[in-house]
């Protein structure tokens, strides 16, 4: 398609189980964002791919929390042993190049909702 | 550290009208991108409008058209003859040329009253 893909669009699991989210992003964007929202609130950065640069890390919140992400394709968000903070829409952007050339801008998924019981 | 703030949680206008969402930043940096996004209820982000920091002037879509102030680090959303459709959440974003992170205010909830 011609936008970004996100899947599954809802998730309901219990706690300590382990899930895994999936991003598809638009064909040619070398950037991908990983961004959590809880209800009401703000997108707060988890993860962020370049390329075949080494990925920034410096937003996920625990050891619990991983990110792959193959070439300029598909990426996957994993959580392990899952707790009910971590209920929240997980959403995944890409952009054409990220912040360095270009108008910057991101293309949006329409989110994973994640709930934990 | 950069920081963008938002601080109406929530606004209302009536239909045909004009509102007004404000944002304000702060960076070191002088090159940068200011971007405000829309999530509507079916949760997607799109991009309304976007502002390079070194062009002056004002960027407008249709609209929609902002207040860039650069020296007082403000960035404010200007929606005209507002529509049932503009109801949505609204962020305010910020990135810098030299970096590859966004950030993002915590949003207003607008709401377009018929």
């Known amino acids: 398609g011609a936008g970004v893909s996100q899947s599954p669009s809802n998730k309901v699991t219990e706690k300590g189980k382990d899930v895994e989210l999936r991003c598809d992003p638009i064909s040619g964007h070398t950037a991908l964002y990983w961004y959590r929202q809880r209800l009401g609130q703000g997108l707060e950065f988890l993860i962020y791919f370049q390329g075949n640069s080494a990925p920034d890390k410096s937003g996920l919140p625990s050891d619990r929390f991983s990110a792959e992400r193959t070439g300029e394709s598909v990426s996957t968000l994993t959580i392990q042993r899952t707790q009910q903070e971590d209920s929240a829409v997980y959403l995944c952007?890409?952009?054409?190049?990220?912040?360095?050339?270009?108008?910057?801008?991101?293309?949006f998924g329409e989110g994973s909702r994640l709930t934990v019981l | 550290a950069q920081t963008v703030t938002q601080s109406q949680p929530e606004m209302s206008v009536q239909e045909a009208e004009t509102v007004t969402l404000s944002c304000t930043y702060d960076t070191s940096e002088n090159n940068y991108y200011l971007f405000w996004y829309k999530q509507p209820p079916s949760r997607q982000m799109i991009l309304v409008i976007r502002q390079e920091a070194y062009k002056q002037q004002n960027a407008t879509e249709n609209r929609f058209s902002v207040n860039f102030q650069k020296a007082a680090k403000s960035f404010s959303l200007k929606i005209s003859d507002s529509q049932l459709g503009d109801t949505a959440m609204y962020f305010c974003?910020?990135?810098?040329?030299?970096?590859?992170?966004?950030?993002f205010g915590t949003g207003t909830s607008l709401t377009v009253i018929p």
């Open positions: 974003a910020f990135m810098t040329y030299t970096g590859n992170q966004f950030y």
């Open positions: 952007a890409s952009s054409v190049t990220g912040g360095r050339v270009g108008t910057g801008e991101l293309f």
